[in-house]
């Protein structure tokens, strides 16, 4: 995932794309960028860090321009340490055009090929989203041969891109001298809505991105739908796909979106609460509330599962680990030394909460298992009794292949192991998740209309198609510099400040 964002108006976009963008940081931590255009040029600045570190005030005065887009960065393809693969990415032909994608293809191997022998472009990074740039100019170019660009050109173009692209892609692009286009792919695996203040129209990853800069939500960009909004302000909108079908990210809900927006007409933090309750039904049969005292939860995204949990098993809640502000998340962290680190760093132990108490643990989900093992050990040196833990998701056994960085199976602690094997792993005293069922209901009961969800990181279902072996070991190949034993030494010192 990443946090992507796009404006028109009819006043200068810099700093609100800026604060947009820290809107959508948690969706990205390891680079952010910005482009604005005045008068058919464009103007960028990007770079490696968080959103606060990349821009500086003179960075800032040097974004002129009533539209622009933006991105915060969480890599899945390419060089987690390269700035080039930062985006916006920028072609100069046809028009001119930049983007910002949040997704991963699953198809960009054989599209960068194809680019390369038939449409003769040239892409010179190992990001996915330099490939999809390059798709969509192409077709652009094929759609506005000897005709001038008007909105259905572009929906032409974006229709062709679906037909050759797979995978999952939320975008925002920018034609020079035209307007902002917006689309989703045809599963709407990734999310994306549409607001508006007065003359500004902005499209964004997230609700709360419009919430927090003052604008109005108008709807959620369908799957397989463009919008396309010229330099006026005019909103034109097409269905692209030929069969669009809702398939929302279910980890969107359980960790990925801030709790505070709705997606695809759910609130996040209403499915975190009910994710709590299903899990608070399965732990009455699996554990007797009477042998627990207290329930603790892992913060920062457990929280409202925990709480509720606690609250409908009568246990009392309590704030047990102290989370350091200025450490970013963990899971999104490229590199596991850096995550391993981060974990001691940025949560610590109220001992008194833990002295002699037999703690429930909760965390909204388990993936390489960083997080529980440190968490267990530091629970225990805190004096507790007993520490059993519970996941709000269930366990996740499969890689995902659609922009979320757990592209290999044997980075996660849950595949091809029995719970007890994962409990002895972390070192609990007891070990409850979710179930896969009880999560779809939890969640997809908050909006009937869902047809269901890609839910492949814990039931292996890829709601694109058959994603072969193969498919994902390239998917893992392309993902070079964030892998497991790259995490360097600067980068243990320093996890958010490289930047700065
Ligand atoms: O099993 P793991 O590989 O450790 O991954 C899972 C953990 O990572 C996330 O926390 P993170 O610190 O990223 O963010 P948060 O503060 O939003 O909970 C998630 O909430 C889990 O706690
Ligand atoms: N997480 C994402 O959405 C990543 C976008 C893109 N695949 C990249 O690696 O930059
Ligand atoms: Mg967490």
């Known amino acids: 995932m990443c946090g992507i964002v796009g404006v028109v108006s009819n006043a200068p976009v810099n700093q609100l794309i800026y604060d947009a963008l820290l809107l959508l940081q948690h969706r990205g931590q390891d680079a952010a960028g910005i482009v604005t255009q005045q008068e058919r040029k464009f ?93 969509l100019a192409h077709e652009l170019e094929r759609s506005t041969r000897g005709v001038p660009l008007n909105a259905s050109e572009v929906f032409a173009a974006v229709r062709a891109v679906h037909k050759r692209v797979r995978g999952s892609y939320a975008v925002v692009a920018l034609i020079a001298g035209y307007g902002l286009l917006a689309f989703r792919d045809p599963y709407g695996i990734r ?96 554990l007797p509330p009477s042998g627990v005292d207290v329930v603790i939860p892992i913060p920062e995204s457990s929280r409202p599962s925990a709480m509720q949990l606690a609250q409908l098993l009568g246990i009392p809640y309590r704030e047990g680990f102290v989370k350091n502000r200025y450490v970013g998340r963990t899971f999104i962290m490229p590199g596991q030394g850096v995550r391993k680190k981060s974990v ?25 298992g960083t997080t529980s093992r440190e968490i267990v050990q530091m629970a225990r040196d805190a004096g507790a009794r007993k520490v059993y833990l519970a996941s709000a998701a269930p366990p996740v056994r499969y890689p995902n292949v659609y922009g979320i960085d757990m592209p290999t199976k044997d980075e996660l602690v849950a595949h091809g192991r029995t719970v007890e094997e994962i409990r002895a792993i972390i070192g609990c005293d007891a070990l409850i998740y979710q179930d896969v069922d009880g999560m779809k209901k939890a969640i997809g009961s908050l909006n009937p209309a869902i047809h269901g969800f890609d839910a492949s990181c814990f039931d292996g279902v890829y709601v694109t198609g058959d994603i072969s072996e193969g498919d994902i070991a390239r998917l893992n ?18 996890p958010n400040a490289e930047a700065a």
């Not at 940025?346 to 390489?368: M, T, Y």
């Open 344 to 368: 001691r760093q940025k949560l610590n132990a109220i001992a008194s909460e833990f002295k002699d108490r037999n703690v429930l643990l909760v965390d909204d989900s388990i993936v390489r």
């Open 191 to 286: 999310p994306l809505v549409m607001g508006r203040s007065g003359d500004t129209v902005m499209v964004a990853s997230e609700s709360v991105t419009l919430e927090g800069t003052g604008h109005e939500f108008e709807r959620n960009v369908q799957p397989g739908e463009a919008v396309f909004i010229d330099l006026q302000g005019q909103v034109h909108a097409e269905q692209c796909a030929e069969s669009p079908r809702l398939n929302p990210c279910i980890f969107e809900y359980v960790y990925l979106a801030r709790p505070d927006s709705v997606m695809d007409g759910i609130s996040v933090y209403q499915a975190r609460l009910n994710l709590g309750e299903a899990l608070a039904k399965r732990l009455v049969s699996t």
């Open 43 to 135: 103007f960028m600045h990007k770079a490696k860090g968080m959103v606060r570190d990349v821009f500086r005030t003179r960075n800032m005065r040097a974004l002129p321009g009533n539209c622009g887009l933006g991105q915060a960065r969480y890599p899945t393809a390419g060089n987690a340490y390269s700035e080039e693969e930062a985006q916006p990415f920028y072609v100069n032909a046809p028009f001119g055009i930049v983007l910002v994608h949040n997704g991963n293809l699953t198809n960009a191997h054989a599209l960068k090929a194809e680019l390369f022998s038939t449409d003769h472009r040239h892409t010179n990074t190992e990001s996915d989203s330099e490939v999809l740039l390059n798709v």
């Open 477 to 494: 190949e392309r993902r070079v510099g964030g892998s497991e034993d790259d995490a360097d030494s600067s980068r243990l010192a320093l």
